[in-house]
Nanobody
Framework: QVRLVESGGGLVQAGGSLRLSCAASGGTFSSYGMNWFRQASGKERKFVAAISYSGASIYIEDSVKGRFTISRDNAKNTVYLQMNNLKPEDTAVYYC???????????????WGQGTQVTVSS
């Protein structure tokens, strides 16, 4: 069982930045792919970004490419989502998820965090 705890969300003005963190416990973090998703109110959860177990490979969804980056620190069992130039349409609850096998937009997601709210005001 892997436990994930997201943090770093909040209220920010358009054009601002936030860094989300997702701390993992209860497993071998350095062997997992990690993913970020978001879910706006009343909408489906959508894939945002993913990173391989080593951090050597990443995938960023097109709508946030150039503004968001994903990284990880295996020594701290933490994955990050750096979000720059935020827009009101980025407002959502952001979730991290573990992939024990296949990570990325068509991956398998085995464990989820509880989410952290990001609100971008115009």
């Amino acid at each position: 069982q892997v436990r994930l705890v997201e943090s770093g969300g909040g209220l920010v003005q358009a054009g601002g930045s936030l860094r989300l963190s997702c701390a993992a416990s209860g497993g071998t973090f350095s062997s997992y792919g990690m993913n970020w998703f978001r879910q706006a109110s009343g909408k489906e959860r959508k894939f945002v970004a993913a990173i391989s177990y080593s951090g050597a490979s990443i995938y960023i969804e097109d709508s946030v490419k150039g503004r968001f980056t994903i990284s990880r620190d295996n020594a701290k069992n933490t994955v990050y989502l750096q979000m720059n130039n935020l827009k009101p349409e980025d407002t959502a609850v952001y979730y991290c998820a573990v992939s024990l096998r296949r990570w990325g937009p068509s991956g398998e997601y085995d464990f989820w965090g509880q989410g952290t709210q990001v609100t971008v005001s115009s």
